[in-house]
């Protein structure tokens, strides 16, 4: 028998306004059904105030569903007593990262959420500096975060959470406020971290490269779950990107181009180099 693969983070028919919204038009979430796996990668994309943040914050019971009902690891955001649970298991990094960086050296910082915990010293120093060095980052431990570049202080809000050691990471944007070296920088990261101890990763973008690299990708619009699947397929369908107001990647689109051209080019290319392998081993079919 086929066992099924384990639901980590769900969310069943989830409502949401936040206060002063009227009426269900003006709700951020409305009926959200969504499960992810454990171990998975899923990209959320979607248009400004589809409600992707809002969505991301359920899943560490920032916010509570007005309807419905968000479990993580099988536990319901709606119980008090169950969110110390629930927030060990699910960090969440944001867009910016001066504003997650809170101590005077890069290894004072990665400790900080475990001293909140009152864990030993021992233990503290020990997942400190294994969380420095998962990211690469033991050289800097003494440095100040402040001095530090765009990518490393992501890198140094993510040991901080790793530290933590959550099953989930739900990340909002982590790399738009940094240029191409600091976003794969702190992406390479991310990846080794899903790929090598199994963490689950959820990661708002609005870039379709990043979401094209992705186990799953999940598209929101006004509230709701708009299509899902994988990369390939979800992010080829460029009458659905386009009617949303997005976009595929740039091979993606470029390839469109081309088949206007008459280029005999498959539908679900979706990296640079497809693209070239494609044109370089059939040549134009004009
Ligand atoms: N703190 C808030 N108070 C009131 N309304 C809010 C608040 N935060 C978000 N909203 C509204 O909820 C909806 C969803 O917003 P959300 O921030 O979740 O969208 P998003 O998909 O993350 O957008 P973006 O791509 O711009 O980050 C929007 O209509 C937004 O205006
Ligand atoms: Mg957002």
């Given at each position: 028998m086929i066992s099924h693969p384990?639901?980590?983070?769900?969310?069943?028919?989830?409502?949401?306004?936040?206060?002063?919204?009227?009426?269900?038009?003006?709700?951020?979430?409305?009926?959200?059904?969504?499960?992810?796996?454990r171990g998975e990668y899923v990209a959320l994309i979607g248009p400004n105030g589809s409600g992707?943040?809002?969505?991301?914050?359920?899943?560490n019971a920032l916010l509570k569903p007005s309807a419905g009902e968000v479990l993580v690891g099988g536990?319901?955001?709606?119980?008090?007593?169950?969110?110390?649970?629930?927030?060990?298991?699910?960090?969440?990094?944001?867009?910016?990262?001066?504003?997650?960086?809170?101590a005077t050296t890069?290894?004072?910082?990665?400790?900080?959420?475990?001293?909140?915990?009152?864990?030993?010293?021992?233990?503290?120093r020990g997942r400190v500096s294994e969380a420095l060095r998962l990211l690469g980052l033991s050289e800097l431990a003494q440095h100040p975060p402040h001095l530090l570049s765009g990518g490393e202080k992501q890198r140094v809000a993510i040991a901080g959470i790793l530290a933590m050691r959550p099953r989930c990471l739900l990340m909002d944007e982590p790399t738009a406020m940094l240029d191409p070296g600091g976003q794969s920088e702190v992406l390479d990261c991310v990846r080794r971290l899903n790929r090598e101890q199994g963490i689950t990763v959820i990661h708002v973008t609005h870039?379709?490269?990043?979401?094209?690299?992705?186990?799953?990708?999940?598209?929101?619009?006004?509230?709701?779950?708009a299509a899902q699947g994988p990369p390939a397929e979800v992010l080829t369908d460029l009458p659905l990107l386009h009617g949303l107001g997005l976009s595929g990647t740039a091979a993606t689109e470029l390839a469109a181009l081309l088949r206007e051209d008459g280029f005999k080019l498959p539908r679900e290319l979706l990296h640079g180099w497809e693209?070239?392998?494609?044109?370089?081993?059939?040549?134009?079919k004009i």
């Open positions: 384990e639901i980590i983070l769900e969310a069943k028919g989830v409502h949401f306004a936040y206060p002063g919204e009227a009426g269900e038009a003006a709700a951020a979430l409305s009926g959200i059904e969504l499960a992810v796996r992707k943040t809002t969505l991301l914050k359920h899943f536990l319901s955001t709606a119980a008090e007593s169950n969110l110390p649970a629930i927030r060990r298991q699910c960090g969440m990094i944001f867009q910016n990262p001066d504003n997650q960086l809170v890069v290894e004072e910082d990665v400790a900080f959420g475990l001293e909140n915990q009152a864990l030993p010293p021992a233990e503290i870039c379709p490269a990043e979401a094209a690299r992705a186990g799953r990708v999940v598209i929101l619009d006004r509230g709701r779950v693209l070239i392998e494609h044109l370089c081993s059939s040549g134009p």
